[in-house]
């Protein structure tokens, strides 16, 4: 018998800066999920639980055909709901390298999903989003100017809005994600202009109400990085009913994670 061994040579376009893996994920998509968090992000969210995720120099690389056999591993275990989500960080930045990941996974009957706070659209996630992800989580910081600075370090929220836009327009499935912070993010005000503003959507399945935690201040302290959100406590069960309530006045489903 043969003993053939061959090497795949490593280059931009079949690696994946990966943060770190989750094999039996049932919190970041329909049904089981092989979650792949990415490296990298633009945004230095307040409240992120990943800030190590944050640098684009992090990480570990991973040939695609390495996170392929390891989902495919995974793959009995999907049922018909499951399959794999790439999260990160923000996935979009490694647009380029994703399509072959999702192409190859899309070949082996995965389903596939993004999680994404919507701020790339370029040729490549446009590929990305139009052709291979059967389902993106668009991550919905606030509804003002100033609130979504304040959030995210960054202006323009009108970005993530373009995102879900063009995912409206081709027709394909999306959920949005909402953080609820009690003062910041879960004035009714704020939670009627975010209902207004996707009442009309018909791609939108459900919209997740993700409570407040501090989960991460650990690791923004390991980071020596300022946690800015020590003073905002977590969520009431009343505060959580009483947004979902609200949220179902202009979405089919509102479910809290």
């Not at 991550?139 to 609130?147: F, L, N, P, R």
């Not at 800015?228 to 959580?240: G, H, I, M, P, V």
Request: hydrophobic share 35%.
């Amino acid at each position: 018998m043969l003993n053939l061994k061959f090497t795949i040579i490593k280059t931009a376009e079949n690696i994946l800066r990966v943060h770190s893996i989750e094999s039996f994920g049932t919190h970041d998509g329909p049904g089981i999920r092989f979650i792949v968090f990415l490296q990298g992000c633009k945004l230095k969210c307040l409240y992120c639980h990943n800030p190590d995720s944050i640098e684009t120099s992090g990480g570990k690389a991973y040939q695609i055909e390495e996170l392929v056999q390891m989902a495919l591993k995974m793959k009995p275990y999907f049922g018909k709901k499951g399959g794999v989500t790439v999260s990160g960080g923000e996935p979009l930045l490694q647009s380029k390298a994703l399509i072959p990941f999702f192409k190859r996974l899309k070949e082996e009957g995965i389903h596939t999903n993004i999680d994404t706070n919507g701020r790339i659209l370029n040729h490549f996630s446009k590929e990305l989003l139009d052709d291979y992800a059967d389902l993106i989580m668009l991550d919905i910081k606030h509804m003002t100017e100033s609130g979504y600075k304040y959030i995210t370090g960054k202006p323009v929220k009108e970005i993530a809005f373009n995102l879900a836009k063009h995912r409206e327009d081709s027709g394909k499935k999306m959920w949005l994600r909402y953080v609820l912070i009690p003062g910041v993010t879960s004035n009714p005000e704020i939670l009627h202009a975010l209902g207004k503003h996707f009442k009309g959507y018909k791609t939108i399945e459900k919209i997740e109400i993700q409570p407040y935690h501090k989960l991460g201040i650990h690791k923004w302290e390991a980071l020596g990085w300022e946690y800015q959100l020590k003073d905002a406590r977590e969520n009431t069960e009343e505060e959580l009913q009483v947004a979902q309530d609200l949220l179902k006045k202009y979405f089919k489903e509102v479910k809290i994670n």
